[in-house]
């Protein structure tokens, strides 16, 4: 385990964002550690990319986000994707462009726009009561992005029975931060969206397009 920070204090700013040393000792540790982990204790934005995509990540994930025993056995079906009627999907919202728009807190009040719903049934085919968390997965197009966990919900069904999950896509779900418009922009083409157990155990996908 490797501990890193970045000098700060109340008087004056960092010069830099990264800390050169800090990922120099990182690279060293994890040349002769593929199993090595980076605890961050630092106070504002630290970049890590010179070293995030160190070779060694590439590890078989032992347990992926939701992992757990269950009682029983579940089914997803009727994969459904809905747009909303008439909500806009400009790249940039229209209350992001007036110079003189200030956001408020928690963002600007069009990142959460419903643009489409997701809808999926999930049937208890085991012989017990149980709870399934369901997870929704979208891929942006063009972003880096291809698989990205936008909801999950747990319901608990009865033995031969099915219930319904949906799962609202707000704007802000969907959008990435452009650097250069210094903006939340919605990017052209085609979404992928999944649904399933866990990442690693997709059940349902279906595309949209923006």
């Known amino acids: 385990m490797v501990f890193i920070n970045a000098q700060s204090s109340e008087l004056w700013d960092r010069s830099v ?30 970049p890590v990319d010179l070293w995030v995509n160190y070779p060694n990540r590439g590890i078989t994930l032992r347990y992926a986000f939701g992992f757990g025993l269950t009682y029983s056995n579940f089914s997803y079906t009727s994969l459904v994707i809905r747009r909303t009627p008439d909500v806009c999907t400009l790249v940039v919202p229209p209350d992001a462009l007036s110079p003189s728009t200030v956001a408020p807190e928690g963002g600007l009040s069009s990142l959460y726009d419903v643009i489409a719903t997701v809808g999926v049934t999930v049937t208890n085919t085991g012989k017990v009561a149980a709870a399934e968390v369901a997870q929704l997965y979208v891929g942006i197009p063009n972003s880096g992005l291809p698989k990205a966990l936008r909801g999950f919900d747990k319901q608990l069904i009865q033995p031969g029975k099915s219930v319904s999950f949906s799962f609202p896509l707000r704007r802000r779900d969907l ?6 418009s210094q903006q939340w922009v ?15 155990d997709i059940q349902l996908q279906g595309t949209f397009s923006l």
């Open 17 to 46: 964002l990264a800390d050169t040393y800090s990922d120099t000792l990182v690279e060293n540790v994890a040349s002769k550690c593929k199993n090595t982990m980076v605890i961050i204790y630092n106070a504002g934005i630290r």
């Open 175 to 180: 959008s990435t931060w452009d650097t250069f």
């Open 186 to 200: 919605l990017r052209s083409g085609s979404y992928a969206i999944m649904v399933g157990k866990s990442v690693l």
